[in-house]
Nanobody
Framework: QVQLVESGGGLVQAGGSLRLSCVASGLTFSRHAMGWFRQAPGKEREFVASINWSGGTTNYADSVKGRFTISRDNAKNTVYLQMNSLKPEDTAVYYC?????????????????WGQGTQVTVSS
């Protein structure tokens, strides 16, 4: 059974930074692309960033390009989301997700396993 556990959320002022982490178990982590998504109150869940199995290819939503960086440490079964220059509109619950298929090339992923989410609140 795949388990994804996010951490690192919190309250930060606009312009600040946070680093989210997601530790995975129950899968061969190094073989799966990973993604970060977010859901703000009253809105649908939206894509934030993805990274392929090797870490060599990343993809970002336009709204976070240049501010957020996704990375992974396959030795630690962990994917990260470094968030800089945070804005109030970044306030949301952030979820990590794992692609269902091993060694899939970017970026037509099918994220089938999800964490429980971590709250990020950015004050103005």
């Amino acid at each position: 059974q795949v388990q994804l556990v996010e951490s690192g959320g919190g309250l930060v002022q606009a312009g600040g930074s946070l680093r989210l982490s997601c530790v995975a178990s129950g899968l061969t982590f190094s073989r799966h692309a990973m993604g970060w998504f977010r859901q703000a109150p009253g809105k649908e869940r939206e894509f934030v960033a993805s990274i392929n199995w090797s870490g060599g290819t990343t993809n970002y939503a336009d709204s976070v390009k240049g501010r957020f960086t996704i990375s992974r440490d396959n030795a630690k079964n962990t994917v990260y989301l470094q968030m800089n220059s945070l804005k109030p509109e970044d306030t949301a619950v952030y979820y990590c997700a794992a692609d269902a298929i091993e060694f899939r090339s970017c970026c037509n992923y099918e994220f089938s396993s999800w964490g429980q989410g971590t709250q990020v609140t950015v004050s103005s």
